[in-house]
RNA sequence: GCCGUUUUAGCUCAGGGGUAGAGCACCUCAUUCGUAAUGAGGGGGUCGUAGGUUCAAAUCCUAUAAACGGCACCA
């Protein structure tokens, strides 16, 4: 490198000039002392990487100090190193394999015939501690890669040797010491443990798939979380307790809305208030897209076989299917359920697209009739892995807002923008202002011609640019059969659940032979779009109440007014408001139980209705109530008439 | 499906070899009390299920089911 030099442009724009190789530590030192002391890291040309790196060549250099925001990273990173360390030096033979960072933390995976348990958490964090406190140098290495491979197998860490191995030729062996604890690590790092620090913690266990391959080795995961400061992570412990408060099922069994029981597993026995909940999602669906010129229908539940053989899915999806077998039952008691071997079986239907082609294939349908856009609630069953079920959001039986509209390659990207409106203003009558879309595009393996999908890919994109709609590109995550767009929204716990899609399809009106006649007579394929925006109105509503933290909307709250009286004189006319909000189409309860104001009130607050009217003997006199509503403690009182008006006007559907 | 944890009254949970406990809810009585719990009394459980060990099992062991946390899966 001799005395060539590099420019270093700094974050405030000044560049400066160093010799080559200089490192991120040395620039720090050269701006001031103080900073270089509060160092753990340098950002290149946007880059994370460690103060002692050599820097060649002109770059864009922020030097990040502990405080900043993009020393979390290093924090978490650091602390799954010293976690694996502390595991290694308190397990003797434990196996080390991966350990990122993620969302607000880090876990780090381990190879060890016990698994571990919550209860050796005290230990290994006690553990973690000294280790920071004793704070070793992180320091860097570049190895051979057949020195590094033989190394890692002398340890017996074959995990790591198996990392080694499959990395590409191209890529250096980089090797990190903490002290006399050696690993296999892209980094970068911070300059000792020591600046992990102590706000950090192990919350749980988990059993993981080696390279997440079901098929391969299962390794203990252990999760932790880090942070710069105690403050920070009191705030983020208290943060997971309250997003627990909000948990749908925690609340629909608070609330009354549903449950769940073991001889019915994922499927949901919906209580009166949660039911209502449904039938006014339900209902403000069913004008959305009436109004957006879809069609609704039904279909069969249970089907022959045959009819799932034609589509596709008996062969691919047959094991998740709940499958009927076509025979009379014995009723002999004590018999044999079925006497005689089934010559056929019927399933229940997994989803409804096959069903809407034959709906599609009665008549010749011309040009004319396209797009045509048949919607159904419909019902499907899936035979989930017992470990997949999960409260609302992933149950066996569901209904979906299901539709599949049938058109021509040319009217796929209006379609599409007609979808991605329509979905951004249901999400915005529903109070979901944040979530995120993708676009995944074509896999290897895949149906349809190049140009098709060129096509496909183009109007989902040009449709989401169009009406500048942002999405991320999952290129090759596609269906064989078409492009797909997902509305991705998080749950009260963080976790991502998919809603929203539309899905393009070349394959199906193919297999089950669906045309239409063209303008010059010749008969075309349709080109199918699945879309759902609820996805699942049961995952629907587990997302509603969580987002709501259970105080729903006015318009979907399934009690929406609750009329109290004070004392038994009010009685004959709480009996009179309450026919009057219903009257006006309001979902009204009375409260005349023998019991204070003060504990009804506070038991609807728990409940979670929206509006109260308090009824005395003045009320009484007076012909008003008194409001209040939930979250707030004012009392407002007014003549009965207006009140119960104006709040059968706040209680319409958004549509 | 895989790994781990859990399962005791309607709900939330305590109890850890000697024959089951709290708070809330429920029922009865008294109280009519103006905006987040009125008081007193009462009823309620073969401790997830099936085996086993033991004089004795909610408690120990084995199997099994479900739920929970992840992983894998999600047409």
């Not at 983020?236 to 549903?258: I, N, P, S, V």
């Not at 010129?293 to 998740?320: C, I």
């Not at 010749?364 to 989930?384: M, Q, T, V, W």
Request: contains cysteine; proline residues 4%; aromatic residues 10%.
């Amino acid at each position: 490198m001799g005395d060539k030099n590099v420019n270093i442009t700094l974050p405030d724009g000044s560049v400066r000039s160093y010799r080559a190789g200089v490192t991120g530590l040395e620039i720090a030192d050269s701006i001031a002392k103080s900073l270089a002391k509060a160092a753990v890291g340098v950002s290149v040309d946007g880059q994370l990487c460690d103060l002692s790196l050599p820097i060649c060549k002109d770059a864009k250099v922020a030097i990040i100090r502990r405080q900043d925001d993009a020393a979390l990273e290093m924090i978490r990173h650091d602390a799954a190193h010293v976690l694996a360390e502390a595991v290694q030096g308190l397990f003797p033979g434990t196996q080390v394999t991966i350990g990122p960072t993620i969302e607000n933390g880090f876990y780090y995976d381990f190879a060890r015939n016990e698994p571990f348990s919550t209860e050796d958490f005290a230990a290994i964090e006690k553990e973690m501690r000294r280790i920071v406190e004793r704070g070793a140098p992180f320091t860097r290495e570049v190895w051979g890669r057949d020195e590094a491979i033989k190394f890692f197998k002398n340890k017996g860490e074959n995990y790591k040797a198996e990392l080694i191995q499959d990395l590409p030729v191209t890529e250096e062996i980089k090797i990190y010491k903490q002290g006399e604890w050696t690993d296999l690590c892209r980094g970068p790092h911070m300059p000792t443990t020591k600046h992990v620090g102590n706000a950090f913690k192990l919350l749980k266990v988990a059993g993981a798939y080696w390279r997440g391959d079901h098929n391969k080795a299962q390794l203990t995961r252990i999760y932790g979380t880090a942070w710069r400061d105690e403050k920070e992570l009191q705030q983020y412990l208290t943060m997971l307790e309250e997003a627990e408060k909000r948990d749908h099922r925690k609340l629909g069994k608070e609330m009354d809305l549903f449950h769940l029981q073991e001889e019915a597993q994922g499927s949901v026995f919906w209580h009166e208030k949660g039911y209502t909940i449904w039938l006014a999602l339900e209902g403000y669906m069913r004008r959305r897209l009436l109004d957006a010129d879809y069609k609704e229908v039904k279909t069969p539940q249970l089907m022959d076989s045959r009819f799932w053989e034609a589509s596709g899915h008996w062969g691919k999806y047959r094991e998740n299917m709940f499958v009927v077998p076509d025979v009379v039952p014995n009723t002999e008691e004590g018999g044999k359920v079925f006497k005689e071997e089934p010559k056929s079986f019927l399933a229940l239907k997994p989803m409804n697209c096959p069903a809407h082609v034959q709906i599609f294939k009665q008549g010749i349908k011309s040009y004319r009739d396209l797009p045509l856009r048949l919607a159904e609630f419909g019902c499907c069953h899936r035979n989930e892995p017992h470990g997949a079920l999960h409260g609302l959001m992933r149950v066996r039986q569901f209904t979906q807002d299901d539709a599949h509209i049938f058109c021509r390659d040319s009217q796929i990207l209006d379609e599409s923008i007609r979808f991605c409106k329509l979905t951004e203003e249901i999400y915005k009558d529903l109070g979901f202002e944040s979530y995120t879309i993708r676009l995944e595009t074509r896999p290897e393996k895949r149906v349809g011609s190049d140009e098709l999908w060129d096509k496909a890919e183009n109007g989902l994109k040009e449709a989401l640019d169009k009406l500048g709609m942002k999405y991320t590109l999952a290129p090759g995550d596609g269906a064989f059969y078409g492009p797909k767009l997902a509305f991705i929204i998080k749950d009260a716990i963080g976790r991502e659940w998919g809603c929203a899609t539309l899905q393009l399809d070349f394959n199906l009106p193919e297999r089950l032979d669906a045309h239409y006649t063209a303008e010059d007579g010749s008969r075309q394929r349709p080109v199918m779009l699945h879309r759902a925006i609820l996805g699942s109105i049961e995952r629907f509503i587990g997302i509603l109440i969580e987002n709501y933290a259970g105080k729903l909307p006015l318009w979907l709250a399934p009690v929406q007014c609750v009329v109290a009286t004070i004392t038994s004189e009010a009685d004959s006319y709480a009996d009179q408001v309450v026919e009057q909000l219903k009257a006006l189409g309001l979902r009204a309860e009375i409260d005349k139980r023998n019991e204070k104001i003060n504990y009804k009130v506070r038991e609807h607050s728990l409940a979670k209705v929206p509006v109260m009217f308090v009824v005395g003997a003045r009320e009484a006199a007076e012909q008003t109530v008194a409001i209040r509503r939930l979250g707030s403690q004012d009392q407002n009182v007014q003549p009965l008439k207006s009140a119960a008006e104006s709040l059968a006007g706040e209680a319409k559907s958004p549509y």
